[in-house]
T-cell receptor, first 115, second 113 residues
Framework: EAQVTQNPRYLITVTGKKLTVTCSQN?????MSWYRQDPGLGLRQIYY???????DKGDVPEGYKVSRKEKRNFPLILESPSPNQTSLYFC??????????????FGPGTRLTVL | GNSVTQMEGPVTLSEEAFLTINCTYT??????LFWYVQYPGEGLQLLLK?????DKGSNKGFEATYRKETTSFHLEKGSVQVSDSAVYFC????????????FGTGTRLTVIP
């Protein structure tokens, strides 16, 4: 089954304690992306990756890091989390088929609370 | 720049009522337009899409028509069901095949029996 998985699904942590949210896709997609969803703001892109070892900032990258060492995985790293990073996080992936508009596939979300 | 504006919710309807959720956009070039749905506790799923002017996307009884003259992509359904209760997001990508999506703020729909 084609899917994007995220772990953990729920996380409560404290300010300054480094954490990693993992994202994995089994569709051999080149493109992967992280979004955060906040009430009244919709989804905003944090970082994206066009392929292995190729990453770039989205609209709200401050306080986050990513890496893309393998095609299937795209972890989101919070080196020193702060309360304003409390949010619902979604990972997404998309393949590349020439001449078509491909669908983005979203993971189930990770709800992060930073105290 | 690129942006999406959709009607604020929440929207509450009785079962079998007609649904319209408005969405307008600002974009450079010729964007592709999408509606995503988020059911409670789940990630976003693509509901429908349209890639050029006058295209109509449809799925599960929902429809939306790409109107370039009014820069709109309103979502409609003739008869909603309780199972349609969800948050609906309008989104655009700059052009067909582009990767990055720009989302609206989402509209929560609740359908009551």
């Amino acid at each position: 089954e084609a899917q994007v998985t995220q772990n953990p699904r729920y996380l409560i942590t404290v300010t300054g304690k480094k954490l990693t949210v993992t994202c994995s896709q089994n569709m051999n997609h080149e493109y992967m992306s992280w979004y955060r969803q906040d009430p009244g703001l919709g989804l905003r892109q944090i970082y994206y990756s066009m392929n292995v070892e190729v990453t770039d900032k989205g609209d709200v990258p401050e306080g986050y890091k990513v890496s893309r060492k393998e095609k299937r995985n795209f972890p989101l790293i919070l080196e020193s989390p702060s309360p304003n990073q409390t949010s619902l996080y979604f990972c997404a992936s998309k393949g590349r088929i020439a001449g078509s508009t491909d669908t983005q596939y979203f993971g189930p979300g990770t709800r992060l609370t930073v105290l | 720049g690129n942006s999406v504006t959709q009607m604020e919710g929440p929207v509450t309807l009785s079962e079998e009522a007609f649904l319209t959720i408005n969405c307008t956009y600002t974009a450079t070039g010729y964007p592709s337009l999408f509606w995503y749905v988020q059911y409670p506790g789940e990630g976003l799923q693509l509901l429908l899409k349209a890639t050029k002017a006058d295209d109509k996307g449809s799925n599960k009884g929902f429809e939306a028509t790409y109107r370039k003259e009014t820069t709109s992509f309103h979502l409609e359904k003739g008869s909603v069901q309780v199972s349609d209760s969800a948050v609906y997001f309008c989104a655009l990508s700059e052009k067909a095949g582009a990767n990055n999506l720009f989302f609206g703020t989402g509209t929560r729909l609740t359908v009551i029996p």
